[in-house]
Nanobody, 114 residues
Framework: QVQLVESGGALVQPGGSLRLSCAASGYMFSDYYMGWFRQAPGKQRELVADITSGGRTTYADSVKGRFTISRDNAKNTMYLQMNSLKREDTAVYYC????????WGQGTQVTVSS
């Protein structure tokens, strides 16, 4: 059974940093093109960053230069390092394959506020 478990979200002040983790199980994680997504209140879910099985990355313009996506295939885990956080980064963050193939997990709440 496929499971995607996000963690690491918190309340943080503008300009702060967080590191999110995505623990994957039940499938061959290393074979899949993965992504971090987010959904802010009243908005549609959007792709924030993605990473190929070989480690090539792309980013949404809104986070480029501030966020870094990475993965550890040996640990079946993906990460999102978020720096210079802005209020508009407030959202529930989710991980999934780049195409959203699997059931969405609970996500992890990131709130950027002073």
């Amino acid at each position: 059974q496929v499971q995607l478990v996000e963690s690491g979200g918190a309340l943080v002040q503008p300009g702060g940093s967080l590191r999110l983790s995505c623990a994957a199980s039940g499938y061959m994680f290393s074979d899949y093109y993965m992504g971090w997504f987010r959904q802010a209140p009243g908005k549609q879910r959007e792709l924030v960053a993605d990473i190929t099985s070989g480690g090539r990355t792309t980013y949404a313009d809104s986070v480029k230069g501030r966020f870094t996506i990475s993965r550890d295939n040996a640990k079946n885990t993906m990460y999102l390092q978020m720096n210079s956080l802005k209020r508009e980064d407030t959202a529930v963050y989710y991980c999934n394959t780049r195409r959203g193939l699997f059931h969405w997990g609970q996500g992890t709440q990131v709130t950027v506020s002073s």
